[in-house]
């Protein structure tokens, strides 16, 4: 097999005030597809021999993504079927096909002295089968379009021509959805990779400001006409933005329950509020839970039940007792866009 090693020199951001790789993530799939094509002025320091020319797929994975046996080449031979061949119009935007495909993403199982306390509570709790998430998503069942999160396999030609000379430099930290849209991403999943889930709250606050922050410097994009993106695109992007105003929303009507309600409506009014949160979680449960699979005695099937519904509970608590920290961080990401 072979290997090469590519690594990008770091270059002076006047707007961000550090020395880093040209517009990160996106920067580095851009230059990337420059560099497969043979164009010359890249960022990529000479470390050897370069990847060969003709390359049509990439592969993209995270550094805590875990890639099981012949993934790989279930994403190509699905890339490379006649239906899922990505067919573009004029400006580059795929309306046919796809350019990308994402497996499905499922997080790691929580064993070994590895794992924290944070994971065993928010990544545990998967029940009798820890395969049955993200089956299925809405966008690409109804209609033919998934999401793109930043894993997955795309066509390099397709995906450059969708997104080539469309987003400023200097203005969006969140591509992936942007990427996806342009490109028309598809969900596969009967393909999956597996993902760490973050140690520690305090990572994946981070990682969730992060995102937060990428979500609004999307907004100039969605009000913007004639950029190629559909009334899908920009209705994921709206949702990506009422989802970072829930927990705000969530400990703004709190304070106001107890700032304005007199002493037993305030309390039925939190009361409400939490009921609300709740809600999520219970919605989230599957009635298959009522009755063992078979092969599974009723005792095994309860105590799991039951240690799934401890888990739950735990999960709700601690929500409850980072609301307020998520608010802050989910409002300074908003205020830095």
Do not use: C
């Amino acid at each position: 097999r072979r290997f090469f090693l590519l690594h990008r020199r770091r270059l002076w951001n006047p707007s961000e005030g550090a020395w880093m790789g040209w517009e990160r993530k996106r920067g580095k799939l851009t230059e990337l597809n420059k560099l497969l094509r043979g164009h010359a002025g890249t960022s990529f320091v000479p470390t050897g021999p370069t990847p060969p020319e003709g390359i049509r797929y990439v592969v993209t994975l995270d550094s805590d993504t875990r890639l099981p046996r012949d993934t790989v080449s279930a994403l190509a031979g699905k890339m490379a079927h006649p239906v899922n061949r990505p067919v573009a119009r004029a400006d580059g935007v795929v309306i046919r096909g796809h350019a990308i495909m994402q497996p499905r993403v499922t997080p790691s199982l929580t064993t070994g002295a590895e794992a924290s306390v944070f994971q065993r509570i928010f990544s545990a709790n998967r029940g009798l089968d820890p395969y049955v998430f993200t089956v299925s998503d809405l966008y690409q069942d109804l209609l033919g379009e998934g999401s793109f999160t930043g894993k997955g396999i795309y066509d390099v030609d397709a995906f450059e021509a969708a997104i080539d000379d469309r987003l400023a430099e200097n203005a969006i930290l969140s591509h992936d959805l942007l990427e996806g849209s342009l490109a028309r991403a598809a969900l596969v999943t009967d393909v999956e990779v597996v993902e760490d889930f973050p140690i520690r709250y305090a990572t994946g606050a981070s990682r969730q400001h992060r995102w937060t922050r990428g979500d609004w410097q999307l907004l100039p994009m969605i009000v913007a006409p004639g950029n190629g993106l559909s009334g899908l695109a920009r209705f994921k992007m709206i949702d990506n933005l009422r989802r970072a105003l829930v927990t705000p929303a969530w400990v703004g009507a709190s304070i106001a329950g107890w700032l304005l309600l007199p002493g037993e409506w305030a309390l039925g009014w939190q009361a409400a509020l939490i009921g609300l949160a709740a809600l999520v979680h219970i919605l989230q449960v599957d009635l298959r839970i009522f009755s063992p699979q078979y092969g599974v005695s009723w005792d095994y099937h309860l105590r799991h039940v039951l240690r799934d519904a401890a888990a739950y509970v735990t999960q709700l608590g601690l929500r409850l007792a980072t609301a307020a920290h998520r608010a802050w961080a989910s409002l300074d990401a908003i205020s830095r866009t």
